[in-house]
């Protein structure tokens, strides 16, 4: 239920853009990501996984992840930029799914020694993210495109084959916070909420800066097996 509440989100989202209000096409791609965040979560919960569940949100990451943030950017800032801005959506989505298909059949041959700490390359949704910074950076500012529309394009097509890549990109799945580390977290967690209340878009902009920072950071510090096991 939450994976086609998802779809009808990111399906929503297009809708949204072509009528040119962006900022709530944005916030229902966010909304998908939130779900896709939680649907694995309550069905391994509920013991009820399936093999359609896991097909159903695949599909579901494509259209949310791959097609919706890639034709908001195009309607938003591309569609004078002829045909080059269209290509850089079609490598965009083709990425996304390239991505998620590599994720469908390394789980259906599970490497028991992959450290789950970790995924290769970007996840789609934070990919998504990443993707529509440029947007989020310009509702944060209160103005319409202001990055020349090469440099959005070649924003693009490097965030796409960044899905594709081998890079090892920190997962927050596996993550423990010390008992002694508790009170400062919850702390960071009330401010960064409050800032998402009063300041959502440059909180939203700063994560996704926080969030490229974190993978150059990490990223001499650990290599992937060639087999490493992603997720979608």
Known sequence: MLTVVAICAGLTAIRYGLQGSYEIAVQLILLAAV??????????????????????????????????????LYTWALEDSRSFGWLAVLIFAVCAVVRLARFNVQRKSEDKEHDNAYFTGVPS?????????????????????????????????LVGLSMI???????????????????FFLVAVAFALAAAVSYAWITLALLCLAYIAAVIIMLPRRKLPLSGRKDG
């Open 165 to 183: 890549s081998r890079i090892p990109t920190w997962s927050f799945k596996t993550t423990r916070i010390p008992r002694k580390n508790a009170k």
């Open 35 to 72: 779900l896709d965040g939680m649907d694995g979560r309550l069905a391994r919960a509920l013991k009820s996984e399936s093999g359609m569940g896991a097909e159903l949100d695949s599909l579901a990451d494509f259209l949310n992840f791959g097609v919706a943030p890639g034709f908001l």
């Open 125 to 157: 949704p934070a990919g998504a993210m990443l993707v529509m910074l440029p947007m989020v950076l310009s509702f944060a500012f209160a103005t319409g495109p202001f990055l020349p529309d090469l440099v959005i394009v070649v924003w693009m097509v």
